[in-house]
């Protein structure tokens, strides 16, 4: 599914944890940008010299934040495929629309805002920050995930097909999540995957 260094994670104290918890919803529901460290340390009940003592600035808490998101998404969505699909047996087009399922599956309970990925990048778009590696990251692993599950369903086709598909299905996925975050229609990761299903129908009868 592709790879992506990951950083090095923070020893997690009681402290550490109570403060990454209160960070994680805090970041998720009011954007980064707008909670600082001292509502991060009352919400979990310690000290600014605790806050810092353990992460030691707030750009390390986002770090933490965010990678430990995607870390949740890729171990909900290896759940979700083992629990849904039939390895032995599941079709490639299968394989591919599942990961529409687990996405729909994964907004409607931890997602209501959105992609913590897109919504984290409106706010750190520069590259020198620590967590852009893992903003991007985590869409460059989507993407290898794609590209992968569409070079299983062309079969023999040249890798410049399975790359055009693998992007084409990440631009309906990704797309759905903003659209999902938004709420400018209903269900739109449902229909992302009625699209990613037309078009691999399509796909298979070239």
Same mark, same amino acid.
């Given at each position: ?5 990951? =950083?090095? +994670? ?27 460290? *001292? ?13 810092? %003592? ?15 998101? %995607?870390e949740?998404w ?9 629990? #849904? &699909? %039939?390895? $032995?047996?599941?079709? =490639?087009? $299968?394989?591919?629309?599942a990961?529409?399922?687990?996405? +729909? ?15 984290? #990048?409106?706010?750190?778009? *520069?590259?020198? !920050? ?14 290898? &995930?794609?590209t992968? &599950?569409?070079g299983?369903?062309?079969? *023999?086709?040249?890798?410049?097909? $399975? *790359? +055009? ?7 309906? #996925? ?6 999902h975050?938004?709420?400018?229609? =209903? %269900?739109?990761?449902? !229909?992302? +995957?009625?699209?990613?299903e037309? &078009? ?7």
């Amino acid at each position: 599914m592709g790879t992506t260094e990951q =950083p090095q +994670r923070v020893t997690m104290t009681r402290a550490a944890r109570r403060i990454l918890e209160a960070a994680e919803r805090l970041f998720y529901e009011r954007g980064i940008h707008a909670v600082g460290v *001292d509502l991060i340390a009352a919400e979990a009940g310690v000290t600014k010299k605790t806050l810092y %003592d353990r992460f030691g600035s707030k750009e390390r808490i986002v770090v933490e934040y965010l990678t430990g998101r %995607d870390e949740r998404w890729r171990a909900f969505l290896a759940r979700y495929l083992d629990d #849904h &699909l %039939d390895a $032995a047996h599941a079709t =490639p087009e $299968a394989r591919v629309l599942a990961v529409f399922d687990a996405s +729909r599956a994964w907004s409607a309970e931890y997602g209501a805002k959105g992609c913590s990925m897109v919504n984290a #990048h409106a706010e750190i778009s *520069d590259p020198a !920050h620590p967590a852009f590696p893992v903003i991007t990251g985590q869409k460059q692993w989507m993407l290898a &995930l794609f590209t992968r &599950l569409a070079g299983d369903f062309a079969g *023999d086709v040249a890798g410049t097909d $399975a *790359d +055009r598909l693998g992007r084409t299905l990440m631009l309906l #996925h990704e797309g759905a999540l903003v659209a999902h975050g938004l709420r400018v229609f =209903p %269900d739109p990761i449902a !229909h992302a +995957r009625d699209q990613a299903e037309a &078009l691999l129908r399509t796909w298979h009868s070239t």
